[in-house]
């Protein structure tokens, strides 16, 4: 499966130096998918660098070829939908439909950021000095690398990588050992770009041998990390040796405010596949359900109905509506949080238990859990799984203030009809971004992350290039 790539380095695919590989396991049977390369200190050194060669011709070149480039990428994506599809579902077990999705995503990126490669400006400065003025120059910061998470393998290399690119970066990719084989097919159709090499490269393996000589090398000026909270706290504290620029998209626990105006049968036809997308595995997903007390038994029931209702199985079978999770300690997590609610008070109206009819893999049922109270795990932490935690409410004063008591602060959601509660969640709920009746925060043309323990800077949007640029001002006297 992924004999026909390998590391990517200096333009070229590869086997790590040493002939090292690790299996890479299913989620739905738990057997290998193959055998990816494992590369050593070496592999990533001399990864760097070749980005290093490479960086000083692709950041010369012009704004419009560096467009023409991108488009071209994208092209080549398009093309090889259906392999990237495939690839995308068997790494993460996901179903065929959202993984087409995400490769969408994924392309949109390329799209967007080869126009906003068009569009990075500068400006002129009227000068104290007689004769003179400022002017103001943006370029790229240098070799940017992006460290990837499993549970969108397409997507958030495509975040990282296109704005990287446009901007006159060169980029590692690190991606997650779960998931190599999708991020190894973004980057042979990156080669359609006809970047010089070594301006792209890749590669796949241990902390040791793969951040660790990322993170020490004073040529690498920015990381880009996708993943949980305490990863990024210690990328954050790495960083600081050699003073790179960070950008974290980190952990989420996003509260969902349904009010007691709310359309309830719309609410739940959108949060329901919304909760149970890639088996919960979502930064962005609703995981605190507020629901009014006058809505809350009719909300518990319709969302329960509808979660049971969804057909697990294989993400190659297109019946399939949820997937795995995309490992068994996840599994396992999974169940201590359902055990933590329910032997705390908590009442499970649908799920809570392995599926009988698998044997392997790891499969959990979609769960729905009422009478969760603020302090159990389930609305504590960001539970990362099929877990659809709801908890009763009284006054909107008491809803945001509850919302609000976490230390994450990426996504936030209200249902609601009435426009001044819709303006005071946009301008009360401490997160980086607010959906109102819809979760659909993710666009390439819009910024997207968070604040608090979530992170800080911004992918998506023509704000997601800002960190992959830095400014120079001259002082000019005629």
């Known amino acids: 499966m992924y004999s026909d790539y390998g590391l990517f380095i200096n333009g070229t695919w590869r086997p790590a130096t040493d002939g090292a590989t690790f299996d890479v396991l299913s989620p739905v049977n738990e057997k290998p998918l193959g055998a990816a390369p494992a590369a050593n200190p070496a592999d990533t050194e001399h990864a760097i660098a070749a980005a290093e060669t490479a960086l000083p011709q692709w950041s010369a070149t012009g704004a419009f070829d560096r467009a023409d480039a991108l488009h071209r990428i994208a092209d080549e994506m398009r093309a090889n939908r259906e392999k990237a599809v495939r690839m995308i579902t068997m790494e993460t077990g996901k179903p065929l439909a959202q993984s087409e999705r995400e490769w969408g995503l994924a ?138 620029k960070v950008s974290m998209e980190l952990g989420g626990n996003s509260p969902c405010i349904i009010h007691d105006d709310a359309d309830l049968e719309s609410a739940l036809d959108i949060l329901v596949p919304t909760k149970f997308a890639n088996c919960g595995q979502v930064c962005v997903s609703p995981d605190r359900f507020f629901v009014h007390e006058s809505v809350h038994d009719r909300f518990v029931d319709g969302f329960a109905e509808r979660a049971a209702a969804l057909k697990l199985g294989d993400g190659i079978d297109p019946a399939t509506q949820m997937g795995p999770l995309i490992k068994r300690s996840r599994l396992e997590e999974i169940e201590a949080i359902i055990a933590d609610a329910t032997q705390a008070g908590a009442t499970v109206a649908t799920g809570g238990t392995r599926p009988a009819q698998f044997n392997a893999g790891h499969f959990h049922n979609p769960t729905v859990l009422s009478d969760v109270t603020d302090d159990m795990r389930a609305f504590a932490e960001e539970n990362f799984g099929p877990i659809a935690a709801i908890s009763r409410f009284g006054s909107e004063d008491e809803v945001l203030d509850r919302a609000n008591a976490s230390d994450m602060g990426l996504a936030a959601y209200t249902f609601t009809r009435s426009p001044d509660r819709a303006r005071r969640a946009v301008a009360e709920l401490k997160a980086g971004m607010v959906g109102i009746n819809s979760p659909a925060i993710a666009a390439s043309e819009a910024p997207f992350g968070g604040t608090k323990y979530s992170g800080m800077g911004r992918e998506g949007g023509s704000e997601g290039i800002e960190d992959y640029l830095d400014t120079k001002l001259a002082q000019i006297v005629w």
Not at 120 to 142: L, T
Not at 158 to 177: E, Y
């Open 107 to 244: 392309i949109d990126q390329f799209r967007w950021y080869a126009e906003e490669a068009r569009r990075i400006y500068g400006r002129i400065i009227e000068s104290r000095v007689p004769n003179g003025r400022f002017e103001v120059y943006r370029g790229p910061v240098g070799i940017a690398a992006a460290f990837t998470a499993w549970n969108f393998p397409a997507a958030l290399v495509a975040r990282k990588v296109a704005p990287a690119l446009a901007a006159g970066c060169a980029v590692l990719i690190r991606p997650s050992s779960q998931t190599p084989g999708t991020a190894m097919v973004i980057v042979d159709c990156l080669r359609a770009g006809g970047l010089p090499d070594g301006t792209v490269g890749l590669v796949v393996g241990s902390t040791a041998n793969t951040y660790g000589p990322i993170m020490a090398s004073k040529a690498v000026r920015k990381v880009s990390l996708t993943g949980s909270t305490r990863v990024g706290q210690q990328m954050i504290r790495d960083a600081a040796d050699t003073v790179k």
